[in-house]
């Protein structure tokens, strides 16, 4: 079964740009987490969608949104970019049921110029 | 609040040695348990999951946790580290009250030859 990918792996924007990322699941799940990882703040949870819902958010400001489709697929967009969106950005998959377990992409690495 | 600490940053351990890597967390009742790797520039791997039975727990690449309720730990361990074991690793519990599983800021081990 093909694992979780995320495109692109890297990304290089400049402030006051807006980007797209975007992440496919396993196969089967209906559920995918996004979180920013950085040297200082560790991994953070953005949100969770689950069937093309929002179930979860975390404590990021508006510019950042996601949305899931009917395929499972998601998307995770941030606009008006910063310097301090700089980071590597974790898509994880999941069944969505009980068990919380949790399979991760390889993560797109965001540079902001 | 619910929360986990991995005390170590680094740990720097000789190819051969046995090695444990701390977790504590703050729970009101018997959480879900995770260790998860991650080699640079990848994405977490799910190393072993405690949820119920058994305290000790077997995962892949030859890792074990234990789960101690009273000091409200989960450590993994291995007996024989080897060079490919470098990497960071992530203790995660959950779900907390708004349903999210919590990382630790992670410890990253370093392997002598």
């Known amino acids: 079964k093909a694992g979780v990918t995320q495109t692109p792996r890297y990304l290089i924007k400049t402030r006051g740009q807006q980007v797209t990322l975007s992440c496919s699941p396993i196969s089967g799940h209906r559920s995918v987490s996004w979180y920013q990882q950085t040297p200082g703040q560790g991994l953070q949870f953005l949100f969770e969608y689950f069937s093309e819902t929002q179930r979860n958010k975390g404590n990021f400001p508006g510019r950042f949104s996601g949305r899931q489709f009917s395929n499972s697929r998601s998307e995770m967009n941030v606009s008006t970019l910063e310097l301090g969106d700089s980071a590597l950005y974790l898509c994880?998959?999941?069944?969505?049921?009980?068990?919380?377990?949790?399979?991760f992409g390889p993560g797109t690495r965001l540079t902001v110029l | 609040a619910q929360s986990v600490t991995q005390p170590d940053i680094h740990i720097t351990v000789s190819e051969g040695a046995s090695l444990e890597l701390r977790c504590n967390y703050s729970?009101?009742?018997?959480?879900?348990l995770f260790w998860y790797v991650q080699s640079p520039g990848q994405g977490l791997q799910l190393l072993l999951k405690?949820?119920?039975?058994?305290?000790l727990v077997q995962g892949i690449k030859g890792f074990e946790a234990e789960f101690k309720r009273s000091q409200s730990s989960f450590n993994l361990r291995k007996p024989s580290v080897h060079w490919s074991d470098a990497a960071e690793y992530f203790c995660a519990v959950g779900p907390n009250r708004d349903d999210k599983i919590i990382f630790g800021k992670g410890t990253r081990l370093h392997i002598l030859p």
């Open positions: 405690y949820f119920s039975g058994d305290t």
């Open positions: 994880a998959s999941s069944t969505g049921l009980a068990g919380y377990e949790q399979f």
């Open positions: 729970y009101g009742a018997t959480p879900y």
